[in-house]
């Protein structure tokens, strides 16, 4: 099962952007899905995580501001991010928890998408 994340850039402090990330291959099922950041000289830390059904939970430091969501016919979900910060700065990573077509359990991350937020 591969994940392909997309939709980081360069924004200014305030500013928005959304990433999607997009789960292919030989799935049987998805559980749940998250997003992850890890800045330089930092570790990996949990951003948000949701589950099948849908339920969230995100990270002190980005409630309020950040929204996770899924869409499942597409095995597909996005972070949208509101109010950013320079802190926020960090290579955002995706990860999907499932079984595939093989009834094999599986623990997928995607490649990374850098988030700069900078005057």
């Known amino acids: 099962v591969q994940l392909q994340a997309s939709g980081g850039g360069l924004v200014q402090p305030g500013g928005s952007l959304r990433l999607s990330c997009a789960a292919s291959?030989?799935?049987?099922?998805?559980?749940?899905m998250g997003w992850y950041r890890q800045a330089p000289g930092k570790q990996r830390e949990m951003v948000a995580v949701?589950?099948?059904?849908?339920?969230?939970n995100y990270a002190d430091s980005v409630k309020g501001r950040f929204t996770m969501s899924r869409d499942n016919a597409k095995n597909t979900v996005y972070l949208q991010m509101n109010s950013l910060k320079p802190e926020d700065t960090a290579v955002y990573y995706c990860?999907?928890?499932?079984?595939?077509?093989?009834?094999?359990?599986?623990?997928?991350w995607g490649q990374g998408t850098q988030v700069t937020v900078s005057a």
């Open positions: 949701i589950t099948s059904g849908g339920s969230t």
């Open positions: 990860n999907a928890h499932g079984w595939d077509s093989d009834d094999d359990p599986f623990d997928s």
């Open positions: 291959g030989s799935i049987f099922s998805i559980g749940a």
